[in-house]
């Protein structure tokens, strides 16, 4: 390496949505460059202009912004190596191109495509792989931009490490004359990439495992450029939760940001996220962002695929919820909350979201369990006739313990303290099971199938109101 400094890189193409295999390989590269005090390079790899999606630059900007993954370099911020966006650096890979025709390890690709066709089906008829470098023009013409600039390949054994894959070696026969600038004067990823990382000091190179296979090649240009080669590390695939095929749309990978719009905290998306093929080697799971900074090291990344299981996810933020502190998680559910809430309190909106802290997976569920907490709820008797215990109360029965509750409340405090000692009290008087008697209760002030503690659920909602919902319910039995 020519610098020790640090220096990692995500070097994405604006070709679409941000899927969570990118996010990681952005989130691994970052946790180096910031585990070392190095930097975190981005660059927009937009040389393919016929796979360019609109607007997905702004979407990687704004999905690496929501996990907190902040770039030192890149297209927006720039740095010592600006540009950062590969269509304004045509002039940087046209000067290594010349490096490469001058020391003759360059030349231009003068077949047409039908010509090239040709050549393919001869060489399947004589049952040979295709290589273009065994038919390498006599005497190629000047390049001047209209053709393809190909390499000249030196084919040879290649031995080399991989920080995840471990030693890896090919023989000469996977190497190949690749196409360094396309007849539309753009460069392959394949030349650009490895102009752009030894141009900013790159340290690693951690992507992803579609490039492996082509890795001697690259190694042979690093060569015939006199570069030294960088650090690599190739990144397991992700798999679908069973079976063996890799992760796709349908298997719920959505979009990192629609994640983040269903309730998921950041801080989770990036804890799930690189514990996708990376663990520390104890049963740890949950991991804050500078625990994974402190911990994270590409030699425990594993070789194998990586499962993505969104149950697993969903557990992961329920416990990330649970740490954070009660006012921070306030700010973060502005969102979130049910329509009834709006003209409540904060003060109420915190004691509600207190009491349901615990019981949230996604901050999306704060809607569907408070919303009683804010404006009465119809009644809702299926969750009575449904209840195997309550189900077997009579009408009378039923009559006879809300009134006792109706009364009991009528003359109780109603701090949760005061409210369990009148429960308490109400199980005595009415010899009935908690069982029968809270879930009674707890129904017909929530008509909810879930609720928190019953007595700080009623001392949450006050005197008044659950009076009332008492009384509602008392009129329809
Ligand atoms: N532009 C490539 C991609 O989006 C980057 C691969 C790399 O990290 O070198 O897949």
Known sequence: MSDAIIRTRFAPSPTGFMHVGGIRTALFAWLVARQAGGAFILRLEDTDQKREVAGSAEHILMALGA???????????????????????LGIYT?????????????????????????????????????????????????????????????????????????????????????????????????????????????????????????????????????????????????????????????????????????????????????????????????????????????????????????????????????????????????????SAVNVSEDLKKQVLALVQDRLKTLKDLAVLTGYFFADPPADWSLIENNKQLAKLSKDELNQLLQAAYDAFGASDFTPEAIQETLNQLLITTSQKPAILFSLIRTVVSWAPFSPALNHTLSVLGKEVSLSRLDAALKRV
């Open 67 to 89: 996990l907190g993954i902040t770039h030192d370099e890149g297209p927006d911020v720039g740095g010592p190596y600006a540009p950062y966006l590969q269509s304004e650096r």
């Open 95 to 339: 000067a290594w191109a010349q490096k490469l025709i001058d020391s003759g390890r360059a030349y231009a690709d003068p077949y047409t495509a039908a010509e090239l066709d040709a050549i393919r089906e001869s060489a399947r008829a004589d049952k040979k792989a295709f290589l273009y470098r065994d038919y390498r023009p006599k005497n190629p013409p000047t390049w001047d931009g209209s053709m393809p600039l190909r390499f000249k390949s030196e084919p040879k054994t290649y031995h080399w490490h991989d920080e995840v894959l471990g030693d890896l070696s090919t023989g000469p026969d996977v190497i190949d004359d690749i196409i360094l600038i396309k007849s539309d004067g753009f460069p392959t990823y394949n030349f650009a990439h490895i102009v752009d990382d030894a141009e900013m000091n790159i340290s690693h190179i951690i992507r992803g495992q579609e490039f492996i296979a082509s890795q001697p090649n690259y190694l042979n240009i690093y060569e015939a450029l006199g570069l030294d080669v960088p650090i690599f590390a190739t990144m397991p695939h992700i798999m679908a939760v069973s079976g063996n095929k890799k992760l796709g749309k349908r298997d719920g990978a959505k979009d990192v940001l629609d994640y983040l719009k269903d309730g998921y905290l950041p801080e989770t998306m990036v804890n799930f996220i690189a514990s996708l093929g990376w663990n520390d080697g104890t049963e740890q799971e949950i991991f804050t962002i500078s625990e994974l900074i402190k911990k994270f090291s590409l030699d425990r990344v594993q070789k194998s695929g990586a499962r993505f299981d969104d149950k697993r996810l969903e557990w992961m933020n329920g416990q990330h919820i649970r740490l954070l502190p009660l006012d921070d998680l306030y700010e973060r559910v502005t969102d979130f909350w049910p329509a």
